[in-house]
């Protein structure tokens, strides 16, 4: 029986999603696009009238920036399969195979989690968020117990 600290590999595949960022994105976004929508519409037709197409139209591009950065930082995950680690952050998704992930790592006050590449280099796990406390730090156990293993659940 594996010691409490430890936790025993999930079964695959299973992925892992940032818990705090999601609502941040979900919750916040509704607040401002109430706010934006009610103070709109608790302008007279004068005030409104004031406005003119550049204007709205600066509006409503920020408005999508602001969407996309929100849907980008939510998109975020890990997915471990069978065959290969799949990590997207952003807009980039990269699918690594077993062998070229060494290891996992989240450091006290890091803002997420970095996996440790065979070539040297490393790249962002942002589905472990720092700010998730223990939900990112179990996360982070259950993958590098799969990393052990070499990626599968049920070795």
Avoid: Y
């Avoid at 941040?24 to 401002?32: D, K, N, S």
């Avoid at 109430?34 to 302008?43: D, L, N, T």
């Avoid at 195979?97 to 490393?122: F, I, K, R």
């Amino acid at each position: 029986m594996p010691a409490a600290s430890e936790r025993a590999a999930p079964a695959l595949p299973h992925t892992w999603r940032p818990v705090g960022v999601r609502f941040a994105v979900i919750g916040f976004g509704l607040m401002l696009l109430v706010v934006c929508a009610a103070a709109w519409f608790g302008f007279d037709d004068e005030t409104r009238a004031k406005f003119n197409i550049l204007q709205r139209l600066t509006l409503l591009v920020m408005g999508a920036g602001s969407a996309v950065i929100g849907w980008a930082l939510g998109r975020a995950r890990v997915t471990a399969e069978q065959a290969a680690l799949v990590v997207v952050n952003g807009f980039r998704t990269r699918r690594l195979e077993w062998e070229q992930v060494l290891g996992v790592h989240l450091p006290a006050g890091a803002p997420w989690a970095t996996l440790d590449l065979a070539d040297g280099t490393t790249i962002p796990a942002m589905a472990f968020q720092g700010s998730d406390g223990k939900v990112a730090r179990d996360g982070v156990r259950q993958l590098r117990a799969l990393i052990d293993r070499g990626g599968s659940g049920n070795r």
